[in-house]
């Protein structure tokens, strides 16, 4: 949140008031996207299992989805915050593209090599 206020001030005298908004918006989007990429990560290594590929991106996922859901549920409760489907969709898309980079790192995508 720092970085995005010394962003905003910097750029203020830059360029028109209406584009602020957007960069601040467009910066919280990013933010969230890499945060919830990271929680996605962590996901799979806490519930990886040898030989279980499925079970542990299954289990990843899911937990993943969950946790943005509640994160956009609590937010409704929050005064001046909102339930936005859009948020629901970036957080959720972070999990899922943070889960398959571990992976694919992990070697957990990897097809047999046939002979």
Avoid at 2 to 18: C, L, S, T
Wanted: charged share 15%; with cysteine; proline share 4%.
């Amino acid at each position: 949140m720092f970085f995005v206020r010394v962003f905003n001030h910097w750029i203020a005298d830059k360029i028109r008031p209406g584009i602020i908004v957007i960069t601040d918006g467009m910066v919280r989007e990013t933010a969230h996207f890499f945060e919830y990429l990271v929680l996605g990560s962590l996901l799979f290594l806490g519930f990886f299992e040898p030989g279980r590929p499925r079970q542990t991106i299954t289990n990843s996922i899911i937990t993943g989805a969950l946790y943005a859901i509640s994160d956009e549920v609590h937010q409704y409760f929050v005064p001046g915050r909102h339930l936005r489907l859009i948020d629901l969709a970036v957080d959720s898309t972070g999990v899922v593209i943070g889960i398959f980079l571990f992976a694919m790192i992990s070697g957990c995508l990897r097809r047999p090599i046939s002979s």
